[in-house]
């Protein structure tokens, strides 16, 4: 991780869970991470935590929607002014409602596809577009995706969900294909987590929270940190490795 010291990276949905780890995490190795998130308190309580620590990065908080284009627009130009540009983008934020193919809510339906898919590839166009005009060449572009954009499983309440997570497997190579024809060595993964024990259950079942709690009794579940592990791997590899796609799953999920 050493080459990455001292430079820039994006992370979005980093006020709890995967975001927040991963945020952690590069900031320990050196990095200058801007965390967004609607909630920006709770990266704010993550940044003084990074330097009670004595991390050699940065954290700097910055409060956005990715469902509103502006918004995320004006954080490329903020990033542009105070950090010259990203050389790292970590697409991490997403939402899964319980909003089944036969009765769910339109509305569902258009929030999923706006985060999980129009944002993810809104801030994708334009780490791009950051590194391109400053002539960086080894960038690297890091969607967080899931078992579910692999494998549809058994659950009504998941397939719209699901349906977006498919979207992120094709932006994903459909990214790595264009960055090639690009002439670049930007790179482009997929990390596709199994069940993690995050606060994901507990707004997916949120007018259940005993099926919430339940679903991670089952089994020992991942852990934030260690899809942050995945990230720090993934960013550790020689500048001419490729790493497409890495599945993780608990031992005990059965798929």
Known sequence: MDRWKGRVALVTGAS???GAAIAKSLVQHGMKVVGCARNVKQIENL??????SGFSGTLFPYKCDLTVEDEVLSMFSWIKVQHQGIDVCINNAGLALPEPLLSGKTSGWKTMMDVN???LSVCTREAYQSM???KVDDGHI???NSIC???VINNADAHFYTASKYAVTALTEGLRQELREAKTHIRATGISPGLVETEFAYRFYSENQVKAEATYKSYKCLQAADIANAVVYVLS????VQIGDIEITPVEQMM
């Open 237 to 240: 590899a020689p500048p001419y």
């Open 117 to 119: 898919v129009i944002g």
């Open 149 to 151: 954009g692999h494998r």
């Open 142 to 144: 890091i969607n967080i």
């Open 132 to 134: 391109k005009e400053r």
């Open 16 to 18: 709890v869970g995967i």
């Open 47 to 52: 940044a003084a935590e990074c330097v009670s």
